[in-house]
T-cell receptor
Framework: GAGVSQTPSNKVTEKGKYVELRCDPI?????LYWYRQSLGQGPEFLIY????????DSGLPNDRFFAVRPEGSVSTLKIQRTERGDSAVYLC???????????FGPGTRLLVL | KQEVTQIPAALSVPEGENLVLNCSFT??????LQWFRQDPGKGLTSLLL???SQREQTSGRLNASLDKSSGRSTLYIAASQPGDSATYLC?????????????WGLGTSLAVNP
């Protein structure tokens, strides 16, 4: 079966621009997580969805970051007025109900020039 | 605040050696602990998940142990192979609440030389 997919795989943008990153979880998984990984670091939690609702968005660094999951499957992470410090790999993971193994997508590598 | 530490940061061994990677965490109130593998430019692959009530999990040449009270986990890799070369990450899920977000260590970069 298909795993977690993320698009685009790479995104280069200019400082100040708006970007959207998409995550397609494994079919039937109700829990979806976004993480961010900078070079040489472990992933850092951003936001957790259970179904359509953001159950925990405490990891979002500031109000330029926003994520949605309107139908409880695909999720979009939105970053406004991008800054160079936003450059990282953005990872998406899903799990069946939230407490089992998390399955990760390949990530979107974002570079803000 | 939960913090996860992995030692060593990097390890280089000849093929065939048995090796141990260490992970420690500061708050023993965890729901589970997972070991992941990350290959360069690729996503994360879950290797083993240990529930807080368990002591160890095994998969093939991999064995992970958990000592929750002392805040430690080890990943044992038997008869290492060049294909095991990757970064190994340890992550814990806090017990509080319903959010099973993962809190990560920085990883151990492993090189197995033929």
């Amino acid at each position: 079966g298909a795993g977690v997919s993320q698009t685009p795989s790479n995104k280069v943008t200019e400082k100040g621009k708006y970007v959207e990153l998409r995550c397609d979880p494994i079919s039937g998984h109700t829990a979806l997580y976004w993480y961010r990984q900078s070079l040489g670091q472990g992933p850092e939690f951003l936001i957790y969805f259970q179904g359509t609702g953001a159950a925990d968005d405490s990891g979002l660094p500031n109000d330029r970051f926003f994520a949605v999951r309107p139908e409880g499957s695909v999720s979009t992470l939105k970053i406004q007025r991008t800054e160079r410090g936003d450059s990282a790999v953005y990872l998406c993971a899903s799990s069946l109900k939230g407490w089992e193994t998390q399955y990760f997508g390949p990530g979107t590598r974002l570079l803000v020039l | 605040k939960q913090e996860v530490t992995q030692i060593p940061a990097a390890l280089s061994v000849p093929e065939g050696e048995n090796l141990v990677l260490n992970c420690s965490f500061t708050d023993s109130a965890i729901y589970n602990l997972q070991w992941f593998r990350q290959d360069p430019g690729k996503g994360l692959t879950s290797l083993l998940l240990i529930q807080s009530s368990q002591r160890e999990q095994t998969s093939g040449r991999l064995n992970a142990s958990l000592d929750k009270s002392s805040g430690r986990s080890t990943l044992y890799i038997a008869a290492s192979q060049p294909g095991d070369s990757a970064t190994y990450l340890c992550a814990v899920s806090p017990h509080a609440g319903n959010n099973r977000k993962l809190i990560w260590g920085l990883g151990t970069s492993l090189a197995v030389n033929p």
